[in-house]
């Protein structure tokens, strides 16, 4: 199926969509005030040690410590993957030639590898959510576009996503003439496409960024920033530019000339593959996005054949709902319960990857009393799951027709990244953030496309017209001297937070 990839970039924030057929699977979205810290590297202190949950505290200058479980400072090397990769996310790697052991090692408590107090070399694997820090790693791993670097592991790991063997052997040769002596290397599926040349260079730039990492630490005393990754633009080339991705569309000039300047130092091969978008209409609207991104909010969505699903997120696990609705089916009632089961199924494994949804997932499907039937919905789950970037593990489907999976989760759903707690009902539910809607402001008056010399009255709830009249003022200046317009801002404190009103005088 043809992929595409579709950027918008504003002042504000980038936004990344994922299209298979036309449809939005995925997005991804990075805001000026609020970046993603998954894959920077720092210098940290550990502040604390918690021998009974065989974890610690880590200071790496953020406001909240970070998080280190012992598993993160000895992982598992046979079964090692990159956990922040955007692209092949989750994408774990089958170890070649793993150096064999006599007797597996017993783990050694945390408070034996390291000390309150102790300067140690992190990079955040999660990004702090809700109530929680960031989550670290003491073992770093530096992404490219066809490889992964892995400092001071001695091995080579070839994506489980390259599926020939031919191809596996080339690769695995390939890295072993490169691989220099003290690191490991995992070839991502994007290198099953790659020459050696272009291999052996993306490892040289990772070397390269390995050797500043190091300069850096040996200079700053904790804690202090050593590393940050690639914004979301950029990585969007690094990771999601698969020989499936048919095209990349940009609707920023200044962004356009950026990817391009990059991609001809690095992925030559893509530059034909990027367009800038310049038509009047703007682009998540020409693309349909923006219906899909609001649907992907909404609590319960709909089935062609009227029944329809409902998504509750918790702290912990997601739970998922189907109902039979208006469908009332022309068979028997079995038939009914296994058609709407099958089509939620569908819906189900396409909102959990738009939505990002990870943890804990449960299904309520509609109880089936034919253990075929029970199969038939488990299997068509599975095989909907396989699109999926994000590891998951899916547990069979019980008595009462609940099926039980996790999925892992990197970064925030998209619910979690564009609403926050409601004021209104006291955290029971959520709304749009005041931003959010700022930036829903923002982005009509661009399709409005003003005549210039008008003026306009932007009415707004009392915490969207006080942010757009302070930290967003810029927005309004700028569009005021792009459209030669006039923007006046009119708070209306009965007004709910999502709704607003646009008045041209």
């Known amino acids: 199926m043809t992929s595409e990839l579709i950027i918008n970039v504003t002042r504000e924030e980038s936004r990344v969509a994922l299209l298979e057929g036309g449809q939005v699977v995925e997005l991804y979205i990075e805001r000026k005030k609020d970046t993603s810290l998954v894959g920077n590297v720092y210098k940290g202190k550990v502040l604390k040690i918690l021998p009974g949950m065989q974890s ?12 280190l479980y012992v598993s993160d400072i000895m992982p598992n090397i046979d079964d090692y993957y990159a956990p922040f990769m955007e692209g092949d996310s989750e994408d774990t790697v089958e170890m070649e030639d793993p150096q064999p052991a006599a007797e597996p090692a017993k783990p050694l408590p945390i408070e034996e590898l390291i000390q309150e107090g102790q300067e140690i070399l992190v990079q955040v694997a999660k990004d ?9 790693t003491s073992y770093v791993t530096l992404p490219g576009r066809y490889c992964v670097l892995m400092p001071n592991v001695e091995h080579i790991g070839i994506s489980r996503r390259i599926e020939k063997e031919e191809t596996r052997e080339q690769l695995k040769a390939i890295a072993g003439e490169l691989k220099p002596k003290g690191f490991g290397i995992i070839m991502r599926t994007a290198s099953e496409d790659a020459s050696a040349e272009e291999i052996r260079r993306d490892l040289e730039f990772l070397l390269l960024v390995w050797e500043n990492i190091q300069k850096k630490k040996d ?13 979301l633009v950029f990585r969007s080339i690094r990771d999601f530019m698969s020989h499936e991705v048919s095209r990349l569309v940009i609707d920023s000039p200044d962004e356009f000339e950026s990817l391009c300047e990059f991609v001809k130092s690095y992925f030559p091969r893509l530059l034909e593959r990027i367009e800038l978008y310049e038509g009047r209409e703007p682009i998540f609207d020409a693309f349909a996005i923006e219906h899909d991104v609001s ?24 739970v998922i709902d189907v109902n039979t609705g208006k469908f009332v089916g022309k068979e028997s009632l079995e038939d009914t319960i296994l058609k709407t089961n099958l089509e939620a199924v569908k819906e189900t494994a396409y909102q959990i990857r738009l939505r ?4 804990i997932i449960i299904m309520d499907f509609i109880d089936m009393e034919k253990p075929e039937n029970r199969e038939k919905v488990f299997n068509a789950l599975v095989e909907a799951m396989k699109k999926d970037r994000a590891k998951s593990t899916i547990y069979n489907i019980s008595e009462l027709g609940i099926i039980q999976m996790t999925r892992k989760r990197v970064r925030e759903s998209l619910g979690r990244v564009l609403c926050e707690q409601c004021p209104y009902c006291e955290g029971k539910g959520f709304v749009k953030s005041a931003r959010t809607v700022a930036y829903e402001i923002f982005r009509k008056l661009r399709k409005m496309n003003l005549p210039s010399g008008k003026m306009a009255v932007i009415t707004a709830n009392s915490a969207v017209a006080e942010l757009l009249s302070d930290e967003e003022r810029y927005g309004i200046e700028e569009l005021e001297s792009n459209f030669n317009i006039k923007l006046i801002v009119k708070e209306d404190f009965k007004l709910h937070q999502e709704h607003f009103e646009i008045t041209v005088l």
Request: glycine letters at 12%; hydrophobic letters at 40%; proline letters at 5%.
């Open 356 to 359: 990002n949804l990870g943890g």
């Open 56 to 67: 610690s505290f880590v200071d790496i200058g953020l406001e909240k410590a970070a998080f």
């Open 295 to 318: 649907r992907a909010l909404e609590r319960k969505v709909w089935l062609k054949s009227g029944g329809y699903i409902i998504i509750d997120q918790t702290e912990a696990m997601t």
């Open 219 to 231: 200079k700053g005393s904790a804690p202090v920033p050593l590393y940050s990754d690639l914004d």
């Open 128 to 136: 702090p959510m809700g109530t929680k820090g960031a989550r670290v």
